[in-house]
């Protein structure tokens, strides 16, 4: 691809993200192009505030910006569009170079791109299905689900490869403090943890229910990992998801550890860089794992087929579906028969093959 000569003076930039975790995380193997392709190069990432945090800890990031949009769902609504003319003004007074915009192909850039256009931001980069005339100086033509559908790491990395923006390292972008890493090496001391050769962390929860992987399934492959093959698991999780985690906790019948509501993301992150597998619905701390070489046991949901984990040891497991790629929060047949029928057995099994149990144990 040859660079984009507009895009090669272009030494201020602004990436627009705003949806959350896995999906700004998803973002950075093209952020890291953008960097490499400039020396001098300054990052901005206006992202939502779930996304915020995580691209705190993203080293190709400069700086980050919150802005919740109305344009997206996880947005609560508000009464008048005066935060919209205050961020446009705020993105104005920093004179961005260019813009890029961000999305998933089942969303538009337009409102993002519209806001870049009042900020007098002169070049504006994005896919699009329909013709953006005048908002965007420089259109890709959105060929997904028309023509196919690519992995989100790999349609970024596709977006900015069009103004010649490469980079040779794919992989997502994810560091974890040392503070972070201090306070997670005491807790897994205090556990007994610290010189156990294997232990599972389990995260059950996941903000769409037509993502959640039955409760008792994860007992079930608790109950085989504790009691069967003597590996001590730990569950993670919000605070709202407490009860499940304890509901989990009490069908398994033999102890396991739980540090809901005890991490905040820095740790999370900590935790699951030195944790040898994560087990989890397709959610964020899946890409978190992924982003720092953790394998992943990914209990995937068949609402969509492009944010598998990237870039590291996985195994992906559904039970196919007809209604298969639906988008849905909630399950429109009511079954969720594409994770219901996933086997505790079969979780497990995964699980032993990217831990190589079969050598170990």
């Known amino acids: 691809m040859i660079a984009d000569e507009t895009w090669n003076l272009a030494t201020n930039v602004l990436c627009v993200r705003l949806d959350t975790i896995g999906d700004v995380l998803m973002t950075t193997p093209a952020i890291r192009a953008l960097k490499a392709s400039h020396p001098s190069r300054r990052i901005t990432l206006l992202t939502s505030t779930a996304g915020a945090a995580t691209a705190k800890l993203v080293p190709e990031v400069d700086e980050v910006m919150v802005y919740d949009a109305p344009w997206l769902k996880a947005t609560a609504p508000r009464i008048d569009s005066t935060p919209e003319y205050e961020m446009a003004e705020q993105l104005r007074q920093l004179q961005f170079d260019a813009a890029v915009i961000f999305t998933v192909y089942s969303q538009s850039p337009l409102p993002s791109a519209f806001l870049c256009y009042l900020a007098d931001i002169p070049l504006r980069l994005a896919h699009c299905h329909e013709n953006p005339y005048q908002l965007l100086t420089h259109w890709v033509k959105d060929p997904e689900p028309e023509s196919f559908v690519r992995h989100e790491v790999r349609r970024q990395l596709d977006l900015v490869a069009t103004v010649g923006c490469q980079t040779h390292n794919e992989g997502m972008s994810l560091q974890a403090p040392e503070p972070a890493r201090?306070?997670?090496?005491?807790?897994?001391?205090?556990?007994?943890?610290?010189?156990?050769?294997?232990?599972?962390?389990?995260?059950?929860?996941?903000?769409?229910?037509?993502?959640?992987?039955?409760?008792?399934?994860?007992?079930?492959?608790?109950?085989?990992?504790?009691?069967?093959?003597?590996?001590?698991?730990?569950?993670t999780g919000t605070e709202p998801e407490r009860e499940l985690v304890e509901s989990i906790q009490a069908a398994v019948g033999v102890a396991t550890h739980s540090l809901v509501g005890g991490l905040n993301l820095s740790e999370l992150v900590a935790l699951l860089v030195i944790a040898p597998i994560l087990i989890a619905n397709n959610t964020g701390p899946i890409h978190i794992a992924a982003a720092v070489g953790t394998p992943v046991v990914d209990l995937y949901a068949l609402t969509n087929p492009q944010h598998t984990p990237w870039g590291v040891a996985h195994r992906v497991l559904f039970h196919d579906v007809p209604c298969k790629y639906c988008y849905k929060s909630i399950c429109p047949q009511g079954h969720q028969d594409c994770l219901r029928l996933v086997t505790p057995e079969a979780v497990v099994e995964a699980a032993r093959e990217l831990l190589h149990l079969q050598e170990r144990i």
């Open 182 to 235: 201090r306070r997670v090496k005491d807790i897994l001391q205090k556990l007994g943890l610290e010189h156990e050769h294997l232990w599972v962390v389990i995260h059950p929860g996941a903000t769409a229910p037509s993502r959640r992987y039955p409760p008792e399934g994860f007992a079930a492959v608790t109950r085989r990992l504790v009691m069967d093959m003597g590996i001590p698991v730990i569950f």
